[in-house]
């Protein structure tokens, strides 16, 4: 049972475009998003997050989008930059179960 | 380095034996979870510790996998009589609280032959 889906295996983008990464997500008790990094042989790094009373949390670059009614968020990353390849990751929790779910992931591609 | 710790990077097994893989949370963190990535796919959870007490162990096979986050020590995540299906990489994670962003250690690359 995948709670949490990344239906785009991958993403090839340009240098200074936009990026988009969507998820999508089944169990309506989570109330809390995040976003992961992840590059080849190591951990998952934090990028960004988003709690459930929100629709909307930015950072630099990063921009994430919560629409709660169609159970999808989405993260943008503009300008996009060589250094932004990389695997990335949505996660979502439930405050009553403290453990995170993640989606299958995003392998981001962009090029110079 | 205040991050998580894990060790050992790499741990080559052959069937039968017994793997066993070290976490030690960032400073401050009681809450420790580990995650398994098969290649090609995204991480599963499989076991939510704190200090001494498993919390969730709703991820984990019933058999031959075991974990332990003791008073004093990093947390141990113990597979015995491992199999091929078992290669896998092995991330720790830990909070200061729960339902809170993780911090995740590089991982143990487990290789069973």
């Known amino acids: 049972d995948q709670q949490v889906k990344q239906n785009s295996p991958s993403l090839s983008v340009q240098e200074g475009r936009i990026s988009i990464l969507n998820c999508d997500y089944t169990?309506?008790?989570?109330?809390?998003f995040l976003w992961y990094k992840k590059y080849p042989a190591e951990g998952p790094t934090f990028l960004i997050s988003?709690?459930?009373?929100?629709d909307k949390n930015e950072d630099g670059r990063f921009t994430v989008f919560l629409n709660k009614s169609a159970k999808h968020l989405s993260l943008h990353i503009v300008p996009s930059q060589p250094g932004d390849s990389a695997v990335y990751f949505c996660?979502?929790?439930?405050?009553?179960?403290?453990?995170?779910?993640f989606g299958q992931g995003t392998t981001l591609q962009v090029k110079p | 380095n205040a991050g998580v710790m894990q060790n050992p990077r790499h741990l080559v097994r052959r069937r039968g034996q017994e793997a066993r893989l070290r976490c030690s949370p960032m400073k401050g963190h009681s809450h420790v979870y580990w995650y398994r990535q098969l290649p090609e796919e995204g991480l599963k959870f499989m076991v939510y510790?704190?200090?001494?007490?498993?919390?969730?162990e709703s991820g984990m096979p019933k058999e031959r996998f075991s974990a332990e986050f003791p008073k004093e020590g990093p947390s141990i995540l113990r597979i015995q009589q491992v199999v091929r299906g078992d290669s896998a990489a092995y991330f720790c994670?830990?909070?200061?609280?729960?339902?809170?962003?993780?911090?995740f250690g590089s991982g143990t690359q487990l290789s069973v032959l």
């Open positions: 994670a830990s909070s200061h609280d729960s339902a809170e962003k993780l911090f």
């Open positions: 510790l704190q200090k001494e007490n498993i919390i969730d």
């Open positions: 169990n309506s008790m989570f109330d809390y």
């Open positions: 988003i709690s459930s009373i929100k």
């Open positions: 996660a979502a929790s439930a405050s009553n179960t403290g453990k995170l779910i």
